[in-house]
């Protein structure tokens, strides 16, 4: 273990212990049953979830699509009925800090610190691709597929895809010998099912919380699939 800094908000440890790897609790948020443990960051999802982050040689950057979640969970009794999900907790997720469910970090790796982040409504899904033209791509929730420069963080493009984006841009060279970008649209996964389960918002709990977090989301985006490809000039 050499480094441990947080990217994210965190409430319920205090850091890592770099000799042993742990992390160092804060014993208040630990969950018990049949009470309710608030503020709780981050959220089940963590603060990255699966979406793979993309390393600049470069730069020497790490771009980190994360959450910025919290949550306040009571654990329950589960009764096991075969066939049927069981969890055994109520959970209502929620933004954290800020008010923004997700961000797009540049983290230093190496002084264990953020160099830019853009915050977006919703926790931010997409994988993310970086390029050795200086360019990182990365998509949202709401649909938008987006580029940016990997020293500032400012944007330089942006497309509105029919979905939300939850997949991961690939890069590549065409036959024609030009650089191609193509990227899945199609919301979906735990974040997404509230659209692409059709699930009711008025139910904080349903897809074990995340409901709560992304009830605005139906707002921004439709289910559906396509793959778009884009040409760099």
């Known amino acids: 273990m050499l480094s441990a800094k947080p990217f994210a908000h965190i409430t319920t440890s205090t850091g890592v212990d770099?000799?042993?790897g742990l992390l160092q609790y804060?014993?208040?948020?630990?969950?018990?049953?049949?009470?309710?443990?608030?503020?709780?960051?981050?959220?089940?999802?963590?603060?990255?979830?699966?979406?793979?982050?993309?390393?600049?040689?470069?730069?020497?950057?790490?771009?980190?699509?994360?959450?910025?979640?919290?949550?306040d969970e009571e654990d329950v009794s589960a009764n096991y009925i075969a066939g049927t999900p069981y969890v055994g907790a109520n959970v209502r997720m929620y933004p954290g800090p800020g008010g923004n469910g997700g961000e797009f970090t540049a983290w230093d790796p190496v002084n264990g610190k953020a160099v830019w982040s853009i915050r977006d409504r919703f926790p931010v899904w997409s994988g993310a691709l970086?390029?050795?033209?200086?360019?990182?791509?990365?998509?949202?929730?709401?649909?938008?597929?987006?580029?940016?420069?990997?020293?500032?963080?400012?944007?330089?493009?942006?497309?509105?895809?029919?979905?939300?984006?939850?997949g991961q841009p690939v890069s590549y060279k065409g036959p024609d010998?030009?650089?191609?970008?193509?990227v899945l649209s199609g919301v979906g996964g735990w974040a997404g099912a509230v659209v692409a389960g059709g699930l009711d918002t008025r139910d904080p709990t349903g897809a074990l919380g995340f409901t709560n977090a992304m009830k605005d989301l139906p707002q921004y985006t439709t289910k559906g699939g396509m793959l778009y490809v884009f040409s760099l000039p």
């Open 18 to 20: 770099l000799k042993t």
């Open 130 to 166: 970086t390029t050795a033209g200086d360019v990182v791509f990365f998509g949202t929730m709401d649909g938008w597929f987006k580029a940016v420069d990997d020293r500032s963080g400012q944007e330089l493009w942006q497309f509105k895809t029919g979905s939300g984006i939850i």
């Open 177 to 182: 010998g030009k650089q191609y970008i193509a």
């Open 26 to 71: 804060v014993g208040e948020e630990k969950p018990i049953t049949g009470t309710v443990v608030r503020n709780i960051c981050p959220a089940s999802p963590g603060a990255k979830d699966w979406q793979p982050s993309a390393f600049s040689p470069k730069t020497g950057l790490l771009y980190i699509p994360h959450n910025n979640l919290c949550m």
